[in-house]
């Protein structure tokens, strides 16, 4: 079952393995990003999925975005809402920004590039749409009120669409990753990153690669049966 799969963020870290792991799963796959040419030039290089650099916090973007891609490949039958920021500080030293920038990168993008896509696919009666939220969605995060707020709410997104969408063939599902080992979790103090590892019972970070093993079987056709569920991948650190 070949399908057309958009995954945004797709050109580094969990994205980037997202990306090759549903091109090895024969799907057609297009990557976007935000800014890093470089990274994105060489990935697409390594890999030859294209890649579209427009901003997810934009609605206007994103629908030319999408828009560019389905003129390329085609109709988006997979959506992987995987791309997003952390902006770390405690609350009582936020600023605006840092909670604006977070809330728009991590949760206003699912209705950016959702709302896009979610017409046509209930016209096709087929669709997956899979959300990267966080494990500090579910559990909280001193340091993280913005990013924590932003992965929840992903997490409500996707348990109403689910449902809403649910005898269209279209299934909505969110994965909360633990701690994998990406230029975001690289970005922590080391100190705070061994307290971390130590909290995580399998000891190790994940492997990008294990968050994409589980996003291509939730765009399988095996996966029709999981909707408005979310997979916990993060070795054990938190049991919800
Ligand atoms: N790493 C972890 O431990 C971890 C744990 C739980 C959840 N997550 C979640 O997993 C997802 C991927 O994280 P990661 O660690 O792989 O991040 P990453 O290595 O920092 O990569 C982020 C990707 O998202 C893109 N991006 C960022 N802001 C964007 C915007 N406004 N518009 C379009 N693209 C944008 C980046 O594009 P550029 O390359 O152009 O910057 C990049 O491709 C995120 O949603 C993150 O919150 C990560």
Redesign the pocket.
Known sequence: MTKVALV????????AAISRALAEAGHRVAA?????DE??AKFQAETGIPVFK????DYDACAAGIAKVEADIGPIDILVN?????RDGFFHKMTKESWSDVIR??LD?LFNMTRPVIEGMRARSFGRIIV?????GQKGQMGQVN?SAA?AGDIGFVKALAQENANKNITVNAI?????G????SAMPEAALQRVIAGIPVGRLGK?EEIAAMVVFLASEQGAFATGATFAVNGGQYMA
Do not use: E, H, L
């Open positions: 945004t963020g797709g050109t580094r870290g969990i994205g976007s990003y935000a800014g890093n990274a994105a427009w901003d997810v916090g995987n791309a997003g920021i952390t990168t991590n993008s990267i939220s966080s494990i500090n990013y992965k909360t990753p633990g701690y994998i990406t230029d975001m979790v990008p």
